[in-house]
């Protein structure tokens, strides 16, 4: 699991587009009523244990402010 506290751009040589996976997604406070957003992602079929939980990433206060302006504009 990660907290995404702050995104950083880089460039990169190689454009290709993955392959689609299965997500899910949730929305919850902490006890000091902080909002982050959970986003899990499941393995692909052709993975030895094909749409187990791959990855989870956690957008935190900070992450979120810098995920909503890069949405903003691109």
Known sequence: MALITDLEHITM??????????????????????????????GSLHRQMPGARSQTIQFGPEGLAQLRELLRNI
């Open 13 to 42: 040589e190689q454009k290709r587009v993955h392959e689609s996976v299965k997500a899910t997604y949730r929305v919850f406070c902490d006890s000091h009523g902080d909002t982050y957003l959970q986003i899990n992602t499941y």
